[in-house]
């Protein structure tokens, strides 16, 4: 089966984030959007925690693995539909249980984890090319300007979800907790609206947002998403 041009786009949107990772992770995308994010002790929990965030958005997803893929995680994926696994490699017994799945297109990408400066974006009569910056290391350059510092747990979901608010189209919103994204809000012309999908997403999946954080990909330039993440039971922020 070939891949369509969506699947190409989506593929290297997941790729490109869960590369970032240093834990086993999984990230799935649909739609040029991470829908889930995670990482685990595991593959296998880290794909549970990943297509957790959003059952519904993840069916016929793109999943993304840093490490290779494992029969176990093999086996839990094909309970439902999958268009591509891109992982830097799959067990021989990984392959054999995909194999009952056809339709399943596998990409491989070994050793590929360099950072490709340019990005191109195609307009009416012209071709825009922007020089992208790697992912710096942010932690040292932080600062806190609330009265209360975040919690070391917390500081760590602020971190996981800063990385991951870099791969959500705009108006980005990530709410995160425990090395996992719990809500997504993308792609909404105000912030608030995002704010409130995420926190939506998060409700009906049954994942609680009590004691979790959110990333933003932009300012706040109102209260209004401040105020909407607080009554969810968010607790700490970060945000340009």
Known sequence: KELSLNNFADT????????????PACVVVKHANPCGVATGLSLTEAYYKAFET??????GGIFAYNRI???????????????VVVAPGFAPKALEVFKTKPSIRLLEIAGEHTHHPLEYKQVKGGLLVQVT?????ISESLKIVTKRKPTDTEMEDLLFAWKVAKYVKSNAI???????TLGIGAGQMSRVDSAK????????????????????DAFFPFLDTVDAAAKA????IIQP
Request: hydrophobic residues 45%; glycine residues 6%.
């Open 233 to 236: 039971g968010i607790t700490a």
């Open 69 to 83: 893929v494992d029969i176990e995680t093999a086996e839990a994926m094909t309970k439902q539909f999958v268009e």
């Open 133 to 137: 910056e790697d992912m710096p290391d």
């Open 54 to 59: 959003d059952p519904t958005s993840a069916f």
């Open 197 to 216: 999908i995420a926190v939506m997403k998060a409700q009906a999946s049954g994942l609680s947002l009590r004691n979790s954080v959110v990333a933003s």
């Open 12 to 23: 290297d949107a997941a790729w490109e984030c869960v590369k970032t990772f240093d834990q």
């Open 174 to 180: 990530v709410l995160c907790g425990n090395g996992r």
